[in-house]
């Protein structure tokens, strides 16, 4: 590293590459953002997933204040965050073939839904599976990745294929294999992630994306208020009746 403390530098790194996807990814954001507009108005369900800590960017979104009351967590157990012991287990489960099809036969996504996968390396059998299963199923498929892990690295998927090759959609985060954006000569590994940053970042891109769309066609987006201004959760109490075939985080 050069100039800066290291917490400047990580900054730097972080506004640097929101900078590049602001600017390299619009077309594709919009193109979600419509994807899931469309969705919505079609009287589709929205769910969005992802494993390990690609499981926070998808929690971000689901019964967020600000956020799209339709944003439904599809949960696998074990690879929510680092919610299993050992947590090094979560890296073996999102090897096992045939996991995701367990989850999908068990889910409620169906024909005209849409379903946000988050898997930074895209390399694994379980975002893979998702991706083909779900659109098999009927299911539009929003990626949110980082491609270059398909050029410098092997897939883990039987198919030798990645999540970006079974989306409708995708969404590149820029993120360097490894996720480390720092390095530094007393330190021996790069250090310092920016995926999390990044990836949370082009979800809420896409979902301004989508409330702003759906206004646009008269329709209005069914968004949640925070319970703690005044009249919050009666707001979110309306919004929750009108929407209660769609939300699942209430069953």
């Given at each position: 590293?050069?100039?800066?403390?290291?917490?400047?530098?990580?900054?730097?790194?972080?506004?640097?590459?929101?900078?590049?996807?602001?600017?390299?990814?619009?077309?594709?954001?919009?193109?979600?953002?419509?994807?899931?507009?469309?969705?919505?108005?079609?009287?589709?369900?929205?769910?969005?997933?992802?494993?390990?800590?690609?499981?926070?960017?998808?929690?971000?979104?689901?019964?967020?204040?600000?956020?799209?009351?339709?944003?439904?967590?599809?949960?696998?157990?074990?690879?929510?965050?680092?919610?299993v012991m050992p947590a090094t287990l979560g890296s073996r489960?999102?090897?096992?073939?045939?996991?995701?099809?367990?989850?999908?036969?068990?889910?409620?996504?169906?024909?005209?839904?849409?379903?946000?996968?988050?898997?930074?390396?895209?390399?694994?059998?379980?975002?893979?599976?998702?991706?083909?299963?779900?659109?098999?199923?009927?299911?539009?498929?929003?990626?949110?990745?980082?491609?270059?892990?398909?050029?410098?690295?092997?897939?883990?998927?039987?198919?030798?294929?990645?999540?970006?090759?079974?989306?409708?959609?995708?969404?590149?985060?820029?993120?360097?294999?490894?996720?480390?954006?720092?390095?530094?000569?007393?330190?021996?590994?790069?250090?310092?992630?920016a995926s999390t940053v990044v990836t949370s970042a082009l979800?809420?891109?896409?979902?301004?994306?989508?409330?702003?769309?759906?206004?646009?066609?008269?329709?209005?987006?069914?968004?949640?208020?925070?319970?703690?201004?005044?009249?919050?959760h009666e707001w979110n109490a309306r919004v929750f009746e009108?929407?209660?075939?769609?939300?699942?985080?209430?069953?």
């Open positions: 590293m050069s100039d800066g403390t290291p917490a400047d530098l990580f900054f730097d790194a972080a506004i640097g590459l929101l900078q590049r996807v602001r600017d390299e990814e619009a077309e594709a954001i919009a193109t979600a953002g419509t994807l899931l507009a469309d969705t919505v108005t079609a009287g589709g369900r929205l769910f969005a997933f992802g494993a390990g800590h690609s499981s926070l960017a998808a929690q971000d979104v689901v019964y967020r204040a600000g956020g799209l009351a339709l944003m439904n967590l599809l949960a696998v157990p074990g690879l929510v965050g680092v919610d489960l999102e090897r096992v073939d045939g996991l995701a099809t367990a989850v999908l036969d068990t889910s409620p996504l169906r024909t005209g839904d849409a379903l946000v996968i988050i898997s930074l390396s895209g390399r694994n059998a379980m975002p893979v599976e998702m991706a083909i299963g779900a659109r098999e199923r009927g299911a539009k498929v929003i990626g949110v990745t980082s491609v270059a892990y398909a050029t410098q690295t092997t897939s883990r998927h039987s198919s030798g294929t990645y999540l970006k090759d079974h989306c409708d959609v995708v969404l590149d985060s820029k993120i360097a294999v490894g996720d480390a954006e720092l390095t530094l000569d007393t330190i021996p590994a790069p250090f310092a992630p979800l809420q891109a896409v979902l301004a994306t989508t409330a702003a769309i759906l206004a646009d066609r008269g329709v209005e987006p069914p968004l949640l208020r925070s319970g703690n201004v005044d009249g919050g009108e929407y209660r075939d769609r939300i699942f985080y209430q069953h």
